[in-house]
Nanobody, 122 residues
């Protein structure tokens, strides 16, 4: 089994910063891409940022220049540094990882964390 656990969410005023972390643990052979998604009330889940195993990154246009995704492969952890937060960033943020499990090294699959709430007040 593979588990993803997010941390770092909370309540912050507009213009403030938060740093999210996501630790992957369990029967991991290799982690490919990792990413952060978010879902606001009444809206679909959307990609915020993603990072490959080679550290190539991709961002949603709405967060470019404000958010930075990074990863520590030795710790199986992905981070999301969020600066200049705006009320529209309020959402539940989910970590995603494409993992090759030890039990089946020929087949990668996506895993999700339980989500962490980020609330930005105006």
């Amino acid at each position: 089994q593979v588990q993803l656990v997010e941390s770092g969410g909370g309540l912050v005023q507009a213009g403030g910063s938060l740093r999210l972390s996501c630790l992957a643990s369990g029967s991991i052979f290799r982690i490919n891409a990792m990413g952060w998604y978010r879902q606001a009330p009444g809206k679909q889940r959307e990609l915020v940022a993603a990072i490959t195993s080679g550290d190539s990154t991709n961002y949603a246009d709405s967060v470019k220049g404000r958010f930075t995704i990074s990863r520590d492969n030795a710790k199986n952890t992905v981070y999301l540094q969020m600066n200049s937060l705006e009320p529209k960033d309020t959402a539940v943020y989910y970590c995603n990882a494409n993992v090759v499990p030890i039990q089946n090294p020929l087949r990668a699959r996506d895993y999700w964390g339980q989500g962490t709430q980020v609330t930005v007040s105006s």
